[in-house]
């Protein structure tokens, strides 16, 4: 680590302490771009980077509602409106008992760069609240919904800042908060993306994460004149991403033998097909179940606790080509990417943000195997959010295959920019240089035209 990036560091923790997602997600980026200063020493003197890792404005409120027991319950809302250099701020809403500031920060700071990546006009934030809608009947979700947006569409709008989905946010939630904000402020626009079909929403936006990251896959194995065709492919997680993962591998002819939920996982031999996969959506989106019911219905398959006391997640343990981590943060550990490695898996594509801790990003580098980080292999989602934002300007829906073809054609074109720039940049087949140093240069660009804002 050089000293200018050493010096960043210690000012980013001392004014951030205990934000310990939020620093590993900043000296991350700011690794891969000491040797863009160095090049630029116009970002360097407009301070480019210490105003990246300071948001434009962070969000803070109370969230009350009422329980159906009608007792009163208080959560914390946020929203990190943190980059607008090249658009409205723009992503997810996170429902989520461990969320704080600092993973929101950490989300909102990786955000930008993946927006940038995207080719759209799109600016970085992130929000949510330490509110748990598992369990909650849907009276009680509404009521949350309706309280937080009752706040939050205060500093909101089609062309200010338009939230979307994450963890615990799907289009159950996106409904409520729509209806909420379209009540107060008495206007239908886009403001949020991951709306119903028949109000606003895109075809493909609930597929779009999954099948992102599927096709930044299948780019990355082109680079070696291969295809998912046979592969054998883990995929933790068991929410949105992971389903559209799932299905898209199917389509390319892999095959899927796990799937998770933070109680456990289900090694499947056979292969999770579309029938078994039709049971998960309806388990997960409608029964909102455990995925422990999986090995229930499928005898051959067999599911495995997973305790917090180990230092590995047995998951990781099995021999496959391809891992499509798709839960949350830091679930690939040093030890687990070792794992990996040795069970066979050489292509990482990241659906999840920031699933791999450093020391297992360092494994996966340092053995040259096709590592796609989340900025870019997961940014599918929020490039169809875009598309949304488009149709919704036009007031005019494109079908299925528009957006498809559109999608397709932006993970390409992410894929191309990571590989040009990693190369560009004297790291070839660098995929984490080739996003952080890709995303950083528009924006940094953006930001020395628009003056010191
Ligand atoms: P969902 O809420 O639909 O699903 C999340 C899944 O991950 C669930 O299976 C959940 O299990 C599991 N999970 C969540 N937190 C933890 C945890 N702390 N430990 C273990 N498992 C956990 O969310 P999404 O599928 O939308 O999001 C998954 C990941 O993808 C996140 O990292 C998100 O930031 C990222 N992402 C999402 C995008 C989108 O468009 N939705 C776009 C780009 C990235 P359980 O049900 O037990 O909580
Ligand atoms: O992390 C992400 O990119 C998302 N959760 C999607 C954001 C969006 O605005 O669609």
């Known amino acids: 680590m050089g000293s200018y990036v050493k010096n960043l560091m210690a000012e980013v923790k001392a004014k951030n302490p205990a934000e310990i997602e939020f620093h590993q997600a900043v000296e991350e980026v700011i690794e891969s771009l000491e040797v863009v200063l160095d090049r630029h020493p116009e970002y360097r003197a407009a301070k480019i980077v210490e105003r990246l890792v300071e948001p434009e404005r962070v969000l803070m409120f109370r969230v009350p509602w009422n329980d159906d027991q009608g007792g009163v319950q208080v959560n914390r809302g946020f929203r990190i409106e943190m980059n607008s250099a090249i658009g409205p701020y723009k992503g997810g809403l996170r429902f989520h008992p461990s969320v704080n500031l600092g993973i929101l920060k950490f989300l909102a700071f990786e955000q ?4 940038s990546l995207t080719t759209l006009p799109m600016g970085g934030g992130k929000g949510g609240s330490d509110f748990d809608p598992k369990g909650k009947s849907d009276n009680e979700v509404m009521r949350f919904c309706q309280s937080f947006m009752t706040e939050l569409c205060k500093h909101i709008g089609p062309n200010t800042d338009v939230p979307a989905g994450d ?9 409520y908060l729509f209806g909420q904000y379209k009540r107060i402020r008495n206007e239908f626009t886009g403001v949020l993306t991951g709306k119903g079909l028949n109000w606003g929403g895109s075809l493909i936006r609930p597929e779009a994460t999954g099948y992102g990251a599927v096709y930044f896959a299948a780019e990355m194995l082109r680079t070696r004149n291969e295809s998912l065709e046979g592969k054998t492919c883990l995929v933790s997680g068991s929410g949105n991403v992971a389903q559209y993962t799932i299905e898209k591998i199917i389509q390319l002819g892999g095959k899927v033998i796990t799937l998770s939920d933070s109680c456990g996982y289900i090694y499947d031999e056979e292969g999770i097909d579309a029938e ?9 989106n409608i029964r909102r179940g455990r995925i422990k019911e999986y090995a229930d219905k499928f005898k051959n398959a067999v599911y495995t606790e997973i305790s917090a006391d180990l230092d590995h997640n047995p998951m990781w343990d099995h021999a496959a080509h391809c891992a499509f981590p798709s839960a949350t943060q830091n679930e690939i550990n040093e030890k687990d990417a070792q794992n990996l490695i040795n069970n066979g898996v050489y292509v990482v594509s990241e659906g999840a943000n920031m699933p791999t801790t450093p020391d297992g990003v360092n494994l996966f580098l340092d053995k040259k195997i096709l590592y796609g980080p989340g900025k870019a292999a997961n940014a599918g989602g929020v490039a169809v959010s875009g598309l949304e934002m488009v149709q919704n300007s ?3 829906p494109w079908t299925r295959e528009e957006v498809d073809n559109r999608l397709h054609h932006i993970m390409k074109s992410i894929h191309t920019t990571c590989v040009q720039t990693a190369e560009s940049y004297g790291t070839p087949g660098n995929y984490v240089n080739g996003a952080n140093i890709g995303g950083f240069l528009k924006v940094a660009n953006a930001m020395l035209d628009q003056g010191l804002v």
Request: glycine share 16%; proline share 0%.
């Open 167 to 175: 963890i615990g946010v799907g289009g159950r939630e996106i409904g």
């Open 394 to 396: 036009m007031r005019l």
């Open 112 to 115: 930008v760069f993946k927006n």
């Open 276 to 284: 078994k996969l039709e049971f998960v959506l309806e388990l997960k």
